[in-house]
């Protein structure tokens, strides 16, 4: 069903049970997935967030200022790429980390052209640092490197299987949407991606599913176009 996409995962999901530091049973299940995927013929390029080690805005309310600490959540993001890439090449795929800000050599500077090769020869390119600018998060900078790269779509895995009326861990009435517009998702405060982000993606007619990454096979099931999450699109 799809060519190529990107793939968003959260910083807390690297981390494991507790969403802190780097647990490296989850790493392995995440680059298992991913691996299986490109080696079917999927292109993955892939944007991780850092708030399992610094969440920028968090930061503020320690004594940071925004700037500062949206810096230091950039860099957590190269942090967690580079663990996900050594686990992606373990088994067996090629994966080359990109930052939005110079950082050579611990990886290579972010070029459009650049990360399209790296998928077009069957890797994985893992594109961390955000866009590169305090005040956007990790989802805005999903969107704006989907749209960049020419993705079919933005798969956003949770820990949940979708977008529901409310939290589900913390509301069991909430009820699952197997579809929403971006203009619905914006128009009911529903939190799956920031609004800057979801603007992107209706401007660039950039579908998005948001899925559950932790059951094991969805995202090869999402590949073979089953149904899977909840479907946003403009």
């Known amino acids: 069903m799809y060519k190529r996409v ?41 944007v991780n967030g850092g708030g399992n ?17 949206d810096r ?5 993001t190269v942090i967690n790429s580079l663990a996900l890439s050594q686990f992606i090449e373990d088994e067996g795929v090629h994966a080359e980390v990109f930052t939005a800000t110079p950082m050579q050599p611990i990886a290579q500077y972010y070029n459009r052209d650049n990360a399209v090769r790296v998928l077009e020869a069957g890797g994985v390119a893992l594109i961390a640092g955000g ?8 989802d805005s900078g999903a969107a704006l490197r989907a749209l960049e ?15 529901y009326t409310a939290d589900p861990e913390k509301d069991p009435t909430a009820t699952k949407y197997e579809e929403l517009t971006f ?35 969805n995202l090869a099931r999402i590949v073979r176009g089953e149904k899977v999450g909840t479907f946003v699109h403009k």
């Open 53 to 69: 080690i610094f969440r920028g805005l968090q930061g503020t309310s320690k004594g940071f200022d925004r700037v500062t600490g």
């Open 131 to 138: 866009t590169g600018n305090p005040f956007f998060t990790t």
């Open 149 to 163: 790269i020419g993705a079919d779509a933005v798969l956003k895995g949770t820990r949940v299987d979708g977008v």
């Open 6 to 46: 990107l793939l968003k995962l959260s910083g807390e999901s690297l981390g494991g049970p507790e969403g802190k530091g780097l647990d490296t049973d989850s790493l392995k299940e995440y680059a298992r997935e991913v691996a299986e995927a490109a080696k079917a013929g999927l292109q993955i390029a892939l």
């Open 183 to 217: 203009e619905e998702a914006i128009r009911k405060n529903l939190k799956v991606m920031d609004q800057t982000a979801f603007t992107l993606c209706s401007d660039g007619d950039m579908p998005v599913i948001v899925f559950d990454m932790n059951r094991k096979g």
């Open 72 to 76: 230091m959540g950039m860099l957590a």
